[in-house]
T-cell receptor, first 117, second 112 residues
Framework: DGGITQSPKYLFRKEGQNVTLSCEQN?????MYWYRQDPGQGLRLIYYSQIVNDFQKGDIAEGYSVSREKKESFPLTVTSAQKNPTAFYLC????????????????FGPGTRLTVL | QKEVEQNSGPLSVPEGAIASLNCTYS??????FFWYRQYSGKSPELIMF????GDKEDGRFTAQLNKASQYVSLLIRDSQPSDSATYLC????????????FGTGTRLLVSP
C-alpha cells in the first residue's frame, strides 16, 4: 500500500533532550513537509523540502532541524532549543511540480504526538 | 486579519440535514483551495479541492468557490453522525512553492 508513515505515534521528551521524529513515504512524491498543530490553532509549517538534499525553513523553524538524504525520508529533530515542543506533529508529501489540478495536493501521515515531561 | 478564517463552531446539525461550512481568505491571488476533515486525535484527510469559480460536487460533498468575494465553502448533504469532525480549509498562495495556509478549522457535530 502506498502511503506516509510516521513514528513513533507517541513520544515523550525530557527537558534538554533532542528527539527525532520519523517520516517515510512510498508515494514517489518529491516534496515533503513538517507541520505542527496546537489546540485551537491551524497547522503551522516548520520545514519543507522540494527535492533530495534541499530544504527550507517554514514559518516556525526555530528549535527544529531536518535532513533529506533520501527521497522517501524526511526526519524532523526537535532540539532542546525548542522551548514549547508539546504538540501534534504532522508530516505531509506532494508531487513537487504539477500541471494537473489536484496533483499538488498534500497528503498527511498519521502524526506523532510529542509531550514534554 | 488572519490569512484564512473559519468559524471555530461547533456547528450543530441534525442527521440528514445540510451542513454548510465557510472559509474566507485574504490573498486575492490564491489559486487552489482544499478541504480536509480531521477526526479528534487523527491527521487531516483530504475531502476535495477546487480551483475554479463555481461548484464542484463529489458524492455528498460540494465545494463552492467565489474568488471575487474571496470565500470558499463546503456543503455536506444528508449529514451523518460519522461526519462529526473538524473541517480544515487550506489555501495555496500564488507563489512558486506549494505553501498551504490553513484555517483553524470548524468543528461539526451531527446529532442522530
Amino acid at each position: 500500500d502506498g502511503g506516509i508513515t510516521q513514528s513513533p505515534k507517541y513520544l515523550f521528551r525530557k527537558e534538554g533532550q533532542n528527539v527525532t521524529l520519523s517520516c517515510e513515504q512510498n508515494l514517489n512524491h518529491d516534496a515533503m513537509y513538517w507541520y505542527r498543530q496546537d489546540p485551537g490553532q491551524g497547522l503551522r509549517l516548520i520545514y519543507y523540502s522540494q527535492i533530495v538534499n534541499d530544504f527550507q525553513k517554514g514559518d516556525i523553524a526555530e528549535g527544529y532541524s531536518v535532513s533529506r538524504e533520501k527521497k522517501e525520508s524526511f526526519p524532523l529533530t526537535v532540539t532542546s532549543a525548542q522551548k514549547n515542543p508539546t504538540a501534534f506533529y504532522l508530516c505531509a508529501s506532494s508531487i513537487r511540480r504539477s500541471r494537473l489540478a489536484g496533483e499538488d495536493t498534500q497528503y498527511f501521515g498519521p502524526g506523532t504526538r510529542l509531550t514534554v515531561l | 486579519q488572519k490569512e484564512v478564517e473559519q468559524n471555530s463552531g461547533p456547528l450543530s446539525v441534525p442527521e440528514g440535514a445540510i451542513a454548510s461550512l465557510n472559509c474566507t481568505y485574504s490573498d486575492r491571488g490564491s489559486q487552489s483551495f482544499f478541504w480536509y476533515r480531521q477526526y479528534s486525535g487523527k491527521s487531516p484527510e483530504l475531502i476535495m479541492f477546487i480551483y475554479s469559480n463555481g461548484d464542484k460536487e463529489d458524492g455528498r460533498f460540494t465545494a463552492q468557490l467565489n474568488k471575487a468575494s474571496q470565500y470558499v465553502s463546503l456543503l455536506i448533504r444528508d449529514s451523518q453522525p460519522s461526519d462529526s469532525a473538524t473541517y480544515l480549509c487550506a489555501v495555496k498562495k500564488n507563489t512558486g512553492f506549494q505553501k498551504l495556509v490553513f484555517g483553524t478549522g470548524t468543528r461539526l457535530l451531527v446529532s442522530p
